[in-house]
């Protein structure tokens, strides 16, 4: 058991540390972007994408650890861009109330789901989520079909957001909420959720409150999507529900399938998840002319992705890094034991 | 109110539509005993079960639990995640050991309630969640040094033999500060060495615990060697109470188990 590790990786074994390096990354890539290198698309795409991953950290506790199926993300979503159309375009109050509201309603919207969630359960919780969904969606296109917030309608402590700020600010709500998430899954409501999981007989004979933790897990993850579709109006800004998808069952979907693709239960999973479904199509292959004139196709490799992984890795790409881990860990070790026989 | 006994059952019934699956059973637990629940298959032994750890809310009838200051509680009045905070700690008879957590997740999962942080420390992981967790740990690893498992402290529940899940479940009761351990056919899978082996168990944890072990079981050697007391009970009735030679002796029992005499059926 004697662990004789180098500090760095010790180190790296912390989500603080992880979280900032992240961060240190992806503002980079801004700062490269911002010095004429990198294109200033990609930086675009990159906080898109980092709103999906926002989503899916939320969706990946409600999943991976709670072992609950929603298809209801896209209709949370849609209730955090239409709070923030409303708050900031229509009232001009600034982004922090607009956040306010957005959390206080999506709170109360994951509070109700999470109660028909201890009646229903599995398969029919997906149908009962997608049902709301589509709900609020069609209650949303009659209130407003298209909702568009003016460039001088953002604003953060009384200034206007920038499309640098939007993306920084997209960038630190997703490391505080990464944070929060990944030092909840390494505490007892972490372990309590995955009991729940495994068996909600022996989770109650331990002492676990099924309503508690089956409403925090849905709280989390509506919250989450809410801020997703509040930021998407922050960085996109405008939002046809003609047209665009953010709404539909695509969304879920997409967010199942990234989630699904990453690794349920790891959070930096989920999130590569995401930037496979979202970031390599928005940054890389809608760029390549094929893909371009035939957009089925990308979709076409999104599900391809999905069904190599389901069947291979069920653990997703997280699985396949911790399996190269378990293997290098282990040649190490028989190094080790050769060294020393010798 | 009668302050010798951990656990008091009185006219119990719990019917599932027309099935009376226990109906008007009464038998009580003294401290420190190991109690045998037993009978035929469908007899109603693990409803019984799962009255007391209010899984079912029964029809009818009273569960009453002595409580710390001495005065009984009434266990009906109880959520099934609060059954365990008087002490109350039971094992499966199909083991649900969290198979997504190491063997040592599993015992801290018994240990949750012990837990005092809230959300938001857990969420900022502060000082004080540390201090809590590093608590329970080392009790965990203390009661994984007793049941002999720390060899398997940081593997994974899942693919660990049968036999030591059953362990592990075990271990998760030890967790609780138990005043009553109510066991789901502990043997059922084992083989004959595990079998004594568990025998051996049972008393030890007794003994360390000063608990009152309540057992179902169908391995009649097991029952016959380990209990001070028996229950046998056939279609949710009671036969009859006593000392395993007072049950091995009874006749109402040998009919239940081996049906009438001379009458073919």
């Known amino acids: 058991m004697n662990q004789k590790q180098n500090p760095i990786s010790n180190l790296l074994k912390k989500p603080g540390a992880q979280i900032l390096l992240f961060v240190a990354l992806a503002a980079g890539v801004q700062l490269l972007s911002g010095g004429g290198i990198l294109p200033n ?7 898109n994408t980092l709103i999906y991953a926002i989503v899916a950290i939320g969706f990946c506790l409600l999943l991976g650890y709670a072992g609950l199926a929603s298809l209801g993300t896209a209709g949370f979503i849609g209730v955090g861009a239409y709070i923030a159309y409303y708050m900031m375009q229509e ?40 049902g709301l969904s589509e709900t609020i969606r069609n209650l949303l296109m009659a209130l407003k079909p298209t909702i568009k917030i003016d460039l001088n309608n953002l604003k953060l402590f009384g200034t206007p957001v920038s499309d640098t700020g939007s993306y920084y600010l997209i960038l630190g709500i997703f490391a505080v909420l990464m944070l929060l998430v990944a030092n909840l899954i390494q505490s007892p409501t972490g372990r309590a959720m995955l009991a729940m999981k495994n068996s909600t007989s022996a989770a109650q004979a331990m002492g676990i409150s099924l309503m508690k933790y089956r409403l925090l897990s849905f709280v989390i993850a509506t919250v989450f999507a809410a801020l997703g579709g509040l930021l998407y109006m922050v960085h996109v800004r405008t939002m046809t529900t003609a047209t665009s998808t953010l709404l539909t069952l695509t969304t879920s979907l997409n967010i199942l399938g990234g989630v699904v693709i990453g690794g349920a239960k790891s959070l930096w999973g989920s999130t590569f998840g995401i930037f496979i479904i979202y970031g390599i199509q928005s940054m890389f292959l ?13 979709t076409m490799i999104t599900g391809l992705l999905i069904i190599l992984v389901v069947m291979f890795f069920p653990g997703g790409f997280a699985q396949i890094v911790w399996e190269l881990k378990m293997k290098w860990q282990g040649r190490k070790l028989k190094e080790k034991e050769a060294a020393h026989e010798s | 109110m009668k302050a010798d006994s951990v656990l008091r059952i009185q006219d119990l019934c719990m019917y599932f539509g027309g099935v009376k699956a226990v109906d008007g059973l009464s038998f009580e637990v003294k401290p420190g005993e190991i109690f045998g629940l037993i009978g035929p298959n469908g007899a109603g032994k693990t ?38 905070d008087l002490g109350i700690v039971r094992t499966f008879q199909n083991v649900e050991v969290i198979r997504e957590l190491t063997v040592l997740e599993n015992l801290l ?28 740990r080392e009790k965990a690893e203390k009661v994984l040094g007793f049941m002999d498992l720390m060899l398997y402290r940081d593997r994974y529940a899942y ?8 362990k ?5 009761t030890l967790m609780a500060e138990p005043k009553l351990i109510i066991l789901d056919e502990p043997a059922a899978g084992l083989n004959d060495t595990e079998t004594a082996e568990l025998a051996g168990l049972i008393r030890r944890i007794r003994q360390e615990y000063q608990c009152a072990v309540l057992l179902v079981e169908h391995d009649m050697g097991l029952v016959m060697d380990v209990c001070d007391r028996i229950c046998a009970i056939s279609f949710g009735k009671l036969l009859a109470i006593g000392t395993p030679e007072e049950i091995q002796a009874n006749e109402d029992v040998r009919t239940a188990y081996l049906g009438h005499p001379g009458k073919e059926d």
Request: charged share 15%.
């Open chain 2, 109 to 136: 999962i018994a240990g949750h309630r012990q837990f005092q942080a809230s959300l938001a420390t857990q969420a900022l992981h502060l000082p004080r969640l540390k201090r809590e967790e590093k608590r329970i």
């Open chain 1, 286 to 298: 809608s760029k390549i002319q094929f893909f371009q004139k035939n957009p089925a196709f990308i």
């Open chain 2, 168 to 172: 592990i479940e075990i271990a998760r």
């Open chain 1, 91 to 130: 009232l001009g109050l600034p982004f922090i109330l607009a956040l306010a509201a957005t959390i206080a309603v999506s709170l109360l919207l994951g509070i109700i789901v999470g109660f028909i969630s201890l009646r229903i359960e599995g398969i029919y919780l997906a149908i009962m989520t997608l």
């Open chain 2, 47 to 84: 409803t019984v079960f799962n009255c007391i750890t209010q899984f079912y809310k029964p029809t009818s009838g009273q569960l009453l639990f002595q409580g710390e200051a001495g005065g009984e509680i009434d266990l009906c009045k109880k959520k099934v995640h609060e059954v365990i």
């Open chain 1, 41 to 47: 698309s990609l930086v675009y795409a990159l906080g």
């Open chain 2, 159 to 166: 693919g660990l033999p049968y036999g030591i899940l059953k």
